[in-house]
């Protein structure tokens, strides 16, 4: 692996941590872009080489992941949930929550607590998939 490779990985890195610290934030590529210290357009062109999905996607789904244990570990509303995890609309939320994970989330929740495991498991276990399939099909 060449230095420019190796140091291009780590800007990456770099923005992809931030969205997983800050998953909640208003967060949008030109900000991304700049943690990476890149332009916009070989930002998402590098991040889709290098995480398989654009870094629009990889936010939606680790939102997404965030509400699936929320939904089955509270008993907050869907609307709450929605906000707590970023999305402003819950329109949206419901759309990208049912494309991720197959089902809308009143339906997810229906299969209610999730197992007494520790929850690093039972949210690797459920973490939806970036290739299409829904957890545990």
Same mark, same amino acid.
């Given at each position: 692996?060449?230095?420019? %490779?190796?140091?291009? #990985?780590?800007?990456? &890195?770099?923005?992809?941590?931030?969205?997983d610290r =800050?998953?909640?934030?208003?967060?949008?590529?030109? %900000? &991304?872009?700049?943690?990476?210290?890149?332009?916009?357009?070989?930002?998402?062109? =590098?991040?889709?080489?290098?995480?398989?999905?654009?870094? #629009?996607?990889?936010?939606?789904?680790?939102?997404?992941?965030?509400?699936?244990?929320? &939904?089955?570990?509270?008993?907050?509303s869907v609307?709450?949930?929605?906000?707590?995890?970023?999305?402003?609309?819950?329109?949206?939320?419901?759309?990208?929550?049912?494309?991720?994970?197959?089902?809308?989330?009143?339906?997810?929740?229906?299969?209610?607590?999730?197992?007494?495991?520790? =929850?690093?498991?039972?949210?690797?276990? %459920?973490?939806? =998939?970036?290739?299409?399939?829904?957890?545990?099909?």
């Amino acid at each position: 692996m060449s230095r420019a %490779t190796e140091e291009n #990985n780590r800007r990456l &890195l770099r923005a992809r941590d931030a969205m997983d610290r =800050s998953y909640a934030e208003p967060l949008d590529v030109p %900000t &991304l872009a700049r943690i990476a210290h890149v332009s916009e357009a070989h930002f998402i062109r =590098s991040f889709r080489a290098t995480f398989g999905e654009t870094p #629009n996607r990889y936010l939606q789904r680790r939102r997404v992941e965030r509400a699936m244990w929320l &939904l089955r570990s509270t008993d907050k509303s869907v609307t709450d949930i929605c906000m707590d995890v970023g999305f402003a609309s819950l329109g949206t939320f419901s759309r990208v929550f049912r494309d991720i994970v197959g089902e809308p989330p009143s339906v997810y929740r229906e299969r209610g607590p999730l197992p007494p495991v520790p =929850s690093c498991f039972a949210m690797a276990w %459920t973490r939806p =998939s970036s290739f299409g399939e829904a957890p545990g099909r």
